[in-house]
């Protein structure tokens, strides 16, 4: 059973950035999918960014677009997501999740993800 851990989560003024990471010690992340989830109070959990586990191919969600990257260092066996431009509106606790089997939908729903991290906070406020 794969175990995820997430980090780098804190407050940020809007416009700022963070790079929060993705690790499972014991375990290669290079065997799966890994997709980025956020869910803020009262709202449904969303899928934010993903990356292949092959050829590194990746998806953001429209809100993020040009403003968040993915990435994989194996070295480190880790994924990250920098957030940049920070907005009030990505407050939210910030999941990493793998799924054991490659998804096929274009959205990301998080009934296909099988590993998921404890969270972590981000604050976007002044």
């Known amino acids: 059973q794969v175990q995820l851990v997430e980090s780098g989560g804190g407050l940020v003024q809007p416009g700022g950035s963070l790079r929060l990471s993705c690790a499972a010690p014991g375990f290669n992340l290079d065997y799966y999918v890994i997709g980025w989830f956020r869910q803020a109070p009262g709202k449904e959990r969303e899928g934010v960014s993903r990356?292949?586990?092959?050829?590194?191919?990746?998806y953001y969600a429209n809100s993020v677009k040009g403003r968040f990257t993915i990435s994989r260092d194996n070295a480190k066996n880790t994924v990250y997501l920098q957030m940049n431009s920070l907005k009030p509106e990505d407050t939210a606790v910030y999941y990493c999740?793998?799924?054991?089997?490659?998804?096929?939908?274009?959205?990301?729903?998080?009934?296909?993800?099988?590993?998921w991290g404890q969270g972590t906070q981000v604050t976007v406020s002044s």
């Open positions: 990356i292949s586990s092959s050829d590194g191919s990746t």
């Open positions: 999740a793998a799924p054991i089997l490659t998804p096929r939908s274009l959205k990301m729903r998080p009934d296909e993800y099988d590993y």
